[in-house]
């Protein structure tokens, strides 16, 4: 399967999202309630049952986890060096920094669904529960630190991470899931991924010339991308065969790093008072540019 051939359904269906948004007369709340329905309900579901219902130990993808954490942890520190770029605003740098280092759920599963099947979707989602959490700490953190905002209440409410600690206690656990409980939230997280490839369409934006953005907030921005869908992606390709991760693993390790930015990094900055539009636009400009990294990385690792 050529990489044009794996990646088109997904791009497909996050330009139909655009094309909607722009073409269909639904009012602004339409579009915001479902993208709430997918970030607050369906997609912490489809984590859930992914994790619970996953085979093999956690143990198991252990080195998967260290190579992703490890490019990820890099990446954070380099967003952390961008605060130090020249005549940026504070609050778009609180607010951007999170894009360099938090990856597209939507895509990443349902690349790992065409990569590997049941096998793959197994193994991203155990390596993707213990990154979350993690990722939306480092997420949040320099919100609180720049602006007003309590670290721990935006931790304890955040939906993604309840699902993913929740799966994993479940599975330590062993608590057992009545099939028609597990069938219904199956079924609710199969709605997840199609939803939320359309939502990213659909919430695609490009700044206009009287949002004010400012040349060092274009440099800010073109380095919290560059971090992202560059250097991330370098250090795993790196990373994976000095530890030992080669085939579908390492291929999965090196698609996560690749994925463009998460669109609830939006949702993020907008509930804690951050510049919500500019990291919109950077969402914009990091799914645009994947377009052409992406491919690039997964045929190196292929």
């Known amino acids: 399967m050529s990489v ?31 993208e709430k329905l997918n970030y ?46 020249p005549r940026i605003q504070v609050q778009r740098f609180a607010s951007g920094a999170q894009t360099a280092f938090r990856f597209n759920s939507y895509l990443g599963l349902a690349l790992a669904e065409r990569l590997g099947g049941a096998e793959g979707v197994a193994l991203f989602s155990i390596m993707i529960a213990v990154l979350i959490p993690c990722l939306n700490v480092a997420a949040v953190y320099p919100m609180a630190k720049f602006g007003q905002q309590t670290l721990w209440r935006e ?22 899931l009545p ?11 199969q709605a997840a991924l199609p939803l939320g490839l359309l939502c990213v369409g659909a919430a695609l934006r490009w700044p206009r010339a009287q949002q004010g ?14 971090i992202k869908l560059i ?9 994976c065969p000095l530890l030992g991760i080669h085939g579908l693993p390492g291929l999965l390790v090196v698609m996560y790093s690749a994925l463009p930015t ?3 990094s939006y949702v993020l900055a907008s509930r804690m008072g951050g510049d919500g539009l500019f990291v919109a636009q950077l969402i914009s400009l990091s799914l645009l540019a994947s377009a052409f990294t992406l491919p690039w990385w997964m045929a190196w690792a292929g």
Not at 46 to 73: D, E, H, K, T, Y
Not at 75 to 85: H, P, Q, V, Y
Not at 179 to 186: G, H, K, P
């Open 4 to 34: 044009l051939e794996l990646l088109g359904p997904e791009f497909a269906l996050m330009a139909l999202g655009f094309a909607l948004r722009r073409s269909l007369s639904w009012p602004e709340a339409g579009w915001v309630m479902l």
């Open 40 to 85: 607050f309900i369906l997609f912490p579901v489809l984590l859930f049952v992914s994790i619970v219902r996953a085979p093999g130990q956690v143990q198991a993808v252990a080195p998967m986890m260290l190579a992703a954490g490890l490019s990820a942890s890099a990446a954070f520190a380099l967003s952390m060096m961008c605060r130090w770029i």
């Open 155 to 176: 931790l304890a409410r955040n939906p993604l991470i309840i699902a993913t600690l929740g799966g994993l206690l479940w599975r330590a656990l062993d608590g057992p």
């Open 179 to 189: 099939e028609i409980v597990q069938s219904s939230l199956s079924r609710l997280g």
């Open 213 to 226: 953005i400012s040349v060092g907030d274009r440099w800010l921005a073109l380095g919290l991308t560059s």
């Open 231 to 239: 250097v991330m992606p370098a250090i795993a390709i790196v990373l």
């Open 262 to 264: 998460s669109p609830a």
